[in-house]
Each structure stands twice: as C-alpha cells, then as structure tokens.
C-alpha cells in the first residue's frame, strides 16, 4: 500500500505527448495572449460542448465574477449564501457591493429561495447564488423572485461545468453565470475562468472590461481590467474537451461507489442526487451526523493521520470572517441551516485517477471504533 498522501481532489492532465504539438504552434506563432487563435477556437468549442450561446474566456473565475457584476453595473445590495467559496462573496466586496446573506436549503445546500424575499430592500439589485457542488439551483424560483422584484441574477458556477438541468444547460439561466476552470475542477486549463453571456452586445461589453477597456489601439471606453486567459491556458482547454466525457465517467463510478459502501454506516448521510439534473460528480460531500461513532472533526483527524485529506468545505461559513461577521445577516442565527452545514460536511477524496482501494480505506476507517 503507497504512503503517498491523498488529498480531496488532484488535477486531471492529459497526455504531456498530446500537449506538445499545441505548445509547438504557440511557440512558432509567438501569439500568448490577446485572444489569440486558441482562445477564439476554445470559446467556439465550449459554446458548442456547454450549449450555451456566447462565453468569454478569463484568467480565472474570480476575476470573472468581479467583471459580471461590473458588466451589469451592479450597486447597492446582494443577496448571496455564506455556504460557498470566499470568491463569490470577495467579488461583491471589490465592487463595493453590501452582500445579505441568506440561509440554504437543507437538500441541496444551495440558496434557500424560500429565505430570499424577506432580505430583499430597497437597496436590492442582484441576487448571487451558487450550483453548490454542481447540483442545480431551483432556478425557476429564483428567477420568479428576480421578476417580480427587477433584480439581476448572476450564478457563480463554478462547481457546475457540463451540469444540465431538465435536459438544458443550467448555466443559461440568470443574466450570467461564471464557471472556474481552476486545476481542482471537472475541467481545468491549469488556471482559468469564463462567463456564460446570453447575447452577442453582452459579451462585447465583457469582452472589453477583461482587456481593460479597450475597443481599439486609442479608445478605452470602460475601467477594465486584465483578466484574459493566455494562449497557454486555452490549448490545454481545447485537449482537456477530448478527455472531459471520460473523466466525468470516471467521477459518477467512483460517486456510485461511495454510495454503495457508505449506505451501512450509521451517521454519514450522503446527498442525494436530483433527478432532474445530469451532474458532473465533481465533489463527493458527505454530512457526519450525531449518530456517527466520530464526530465530523475527529473523522477528518482520523483520516488525515492516515494520509487522507478530505476537506471541511465549506468551512467555516464565508460569513463568519472578519470581513462580513459584523454584517446583521452573518450572524448564525439567521443561518441555522449553513451553520450546520458547515459543522458536519466533509467532502472525500474524488477524481478520476482515484484508486478503489482508497475508497475502501476510507470507508473502513469510518467503521472503526
């Protein structure tokens, strides 16, 4: 049995000898960035794998997320979850935006749409959810409530590369949804990012603030920034398409595995999949319940003290940080959902080089006294 350590998720890569050839023509074209031939070629094969009619390609999701809001020029007030990634609530922050925070179902840990209307003022514009761990939104609540109040919804996707819901992308709901193409996700470009537009106008404007505002060589018509993806990144994406139906095949064996050989113990509640949704099984979250012979903290000691790695994710809340705590929607109690959430979840090791027989470590290790 290696000792080699195993950690929550590892980079998916393809074959280094199928690489070389595209590095090869970045290096006899000398073209890195600016949207070059790659970048125009990977937009065209997302659009097409994705079924989504516009994207525009970025350096990473962060950056994307701050140049959505920017895009449709998003002030005041948002409504967002505290279950997620620091990203999505930072984005708000670096567009001087107030985040509300409100609390999450206790099926799908997505935002409770049933918690929004209540934290809705008059300084409400937007709405900010996340697919948390690809499972889908109740998107058409969502939107309902967006309808009826004239506010934008932008999804942080992040987790939801190639999730459909009802047989549709799930990323064309909303004004825009942005996904992360960081090395941890389903499909990655080493690093990278990318906004789902819903018109050609749209992802011009996006397309000008991630160059910093540049419409030609003399006219700067926005306060862009630099958030374009290189050359580099964009090859890897076009190969990382030739590998990404594989890879996800490998996830939902591994995911049904899990189920299999967890459905026996007592305390670890696995959460279940929607049957209106084609996922993307790029997380394997797990809940340590009371009833569990360990608790959720001592479970992730006991795991890694055998070279396990999972993740407490996510947490702690993304409202408990210095930076938002002192907001009056932080304050747990609001949140008693996330809240416990965040103090039971543990998301197990999942990839698509991911050895069965770790999988069985693991769930042995959770049946040991």
């Not at 280094?16 to 590095?23: C, I, R, T």
């Not at 305390?267 to 012979?293: K, M, W």
């Not at 702690?316 to 002192?326: A, D, K, N």
Request: aromatic share 8%.
């Amino acid at each position: 049995m290696s000792n080699k350590p195993v950690y929550v998720t590892q980079p998916f890569l393809p074959p280094l000898e199928e690489f070389m050839p595209l590095l090869k023509q970045i290096w006899d074209s000398k073209t890195l960035t600016n949207c070059g031939p790659f970048h125009q070629r990977l937009e065209a094969a997302l659009c097409e794998y994705l079924g989504v009619p516009h994207i525009s390609l970025f350096t990473n999701a962060t950056i994307a997320l701050v140049s959505a809001l920017q895009a449709l020029r998003v002030t005041g007030e948002v409504i967002t979850t505290p279950y997620t990634f620091v990203a999505t609530a930072h984005s708000l922050l670096w567009n001087g935006i107030k985040p509300v925070f409100v609390d999450v179902e206790p099926d799908s840990l997505n935002l409770d749409p049933a918690q929004i209307e209540a934290a809705i003022t008059p300084q409400t514009t937007a709405i900010m959810p996340i697919h948390c761990y690809g499972r889908p939104c109740n998107v058409a609540e969502i939107q309902r409530i967006a309808d009826t109040y004239n506010l934008r919804v932008i999804y942080d996707a992040a987790h939801a590369f190639g999730v459909r819901h009802q047989g549709q992308s799930v990323l064309n709901h909303g004004d825009l949804s942005v996904l992360s193409f960081h090395a941890t996700k389903v499909f990655n470009t080493f690093e990278g990012g990318a906004i789902i537009c819903p018109d050609a106008k749209t992802k011009k404007r996006i397309d000008h603030l991630k160059n910093f505002g540049f419409v030609d060589e003399t006219t700067v018509i926005a306060p862009g920034i630099n958030g374009k993806m290189s050359e580099f990144n964009a090859a890897l994406g076009l190969l990382q398409l030739q590998h990404v139906e594989e890879a996800i095949a490998r996830r939902r064996q591994l995911d049904q595995l899990y189920r299999e050989k967890l459905a026996a113990v007592p305390g670890i509640h696995c959460l279940a999949h929607d049957p209106d949704a084609q996922t993307n099984f790029s997380y394997f979250p797990i809940l340590v319940r009371p009833e569990h012979r360990c608790s959720r903290d001592g479970l992730y000691t006991k795991l890694k003290a055998q070279g396990i790695h999972p993740r407490r994710y996510f947490y702690p809340l993304v409202s408990s940080f210095p930076m938002y705590r002192g907001l009056p929607s932080a304050h747990r109690d609001h949140l008693p959902v996330a809240t416990m959430a965040a103090e039971q979840v543990l998301c197990l090791p999942i990839y698509p080089d991911l050895d069965v027989d770790i999988i069985d470590r693991i769930v042995a290790i959770m049946q040991a006294d």
